[in-house]
């Protein structure tokens, strides 16, 4: 038999030189969480684990602004905690509402329509957000159980407004499912204040670490959902009910193996936030945005969205007629080390995405992007 060691071609270390990250995610990490990554491995019983568990939910209800019991991070992607919330909400036939302003809006409703929900959406152009009356009149036409709705569209940049549209939610006897992945801990999320019902994240935008890991938090409400169950969650890896049991009391259950090092990792993000204050780090979020924007409309570039509606940490800049998109963000990559996100959808070729989340979120990433970005519009 041909050996396939004699075949192989040369693999050399993986040796990748490092990029500034200033796409929709994921974002710089801060050196003190990459190095809490590489820390020893633990057992997932082992008890200074489960102690650093207890205190990753703890920080975790910080960053969240809740007293949820149920606040913990899901293995896997943002999308992890999105499909986590539906498979614990919507049962079969249950009426489901989503309101759907960019990409990941639709993502919610198809995996609604997937778990068997029947999935009313209520639609908004591309960087436009909604309004609560255009959610009152979609309850009335036709009542809901769940309502999904996207805090911030990271295919957009736009911010969705959730006071209002929560307490509509809850008048009308239904749940709020919020979608925080690129939201939290980069503009105010007060979930307890708000009463939001679930609320889920990922690890790799203003938390600032690898992706990897889904915080989410429900609420008092949202459980009783969950323990009322007709059905049995579809989803067994993603059965909040049984992976509590390993995130809380006194005697541990496995349910499945902790992705240990990524929990070192949130552990230092989210101590970090912690160090530096909550108010601090939205108001870094909120001057980095500011300096962004004063620094694009310099190089005659506009945004997208209106400005009240705007992320502070994924800004949408429309492209300039006559730029092409590829090669300019291709030389960006290549010549200066810069990843910048392109459009998705409608919006592709349309716009530029530059994120500026978490740790990534500092005045020298910001001129850093408009430097170049002024050399590229010139050449
Ligand atoms: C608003 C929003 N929701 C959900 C997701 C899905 O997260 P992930 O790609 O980490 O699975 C993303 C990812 O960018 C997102 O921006």
């Known amino acids: 038999m041909t050996s396939l060691r004699s075949q192989a071609p040369a693999f050399p270390a993986h040796d990748m030189s490092p990029r500034v990250l200033l796409g929709p995610g994921p974002d710089m990490v801060h050196p003190r969480v990459m190095a809490a990554m590489s820390a020893p491995l633990l057992g997932h019983l082992d008890p200074d684990f489960l102690a650093l568990m207890d205190r990753t939910q703890h920080l975790l209800r ?14 896997g992607t943002g999308s992890a905690g999105m499909e986590a919330a539906i498979a614990s909400l919507v049962e079969p036939d249950d009426p489901v509402l989503v309101c759907v302003n960019g990409y990941f809006g639709s993502r919610i409703a198809e995996m609604a329509r997937r778990h068997g929900g029947h999935v009313d959406t209520i639609e908004r152009a591309w960087g436009e957000v909604f309004s609560a009356d255009e959610v009152r009149e979609a309850l009335q036409r036709r009542p809901a159980r769940v309502v999904a709705i996207v805090h911030a569209e990271t295919s957009t940049g736009a911010l969705q407004p959730l006071e209002d549209i929560v307490q509509v939610v809850h008048e009308h006897d239904a749940l709020l499912i919020v979608d925080a992945v690129t939201s939290l801990a980069g503009v105010p999320l007060r979930v307890d204040e708000l009463g939001l019902d679930v609320v889920y ?10 992706p990897g890991l889904s915080p989410v938090s429900f609420s008092e409400r949202a459980l009783e959902k969950l323990a009322a169950r007709r059905t049995p969650v579809p989803n067994w890896y993603l059965d909040l009910s049984l992976i509590m049991k390993y995130w809380e009391g006194n005697s541990r259950v496995y ?13 230092q993000a989210l101590a970090l936030i912690l160090e530096e204050g909550l108010d601090s780090v939205y108001q870094r979020h909120a001057e980095a945005h500011a300096s962004l924007v004063h620094g694009l409309a310099d190089l005659g570039l506009e945004m997208l969205v209106d400005e009240p509606y705007r992320l502070p940490m994924l800004n949408t800049v429309v492209i300039p007629q006559g730029v092409d998109d590829v090669s300019l963000r291709s030389r960006l990559l290549t010549e200066y080390k810069i990843e910048m996100g392109g459009g998705l959808g409608p919006l592709s070729g349309r716009v530029w995405r530059i994120g500026l989340m978490g740790h990534t979120a500092r005045s020298e990433n910001v001129e850093r992007i408009l430097l170049a970005l002024g050399e590229l519009l010139r050449t």
């Open 62 to 75: 910080y960053v969240f602004q809740t007293e949820n019991r149920l606040t913990l991070p899901v293995s």
């Open 201 to 210: 994240s990922g690890t790799q935008k203003c938390l600032s670490c690898p």
């Open 255 to 267: 349910h499945h193996t902790a992705p240990i090092n990524m929990i070192y990792a949130l552990y």
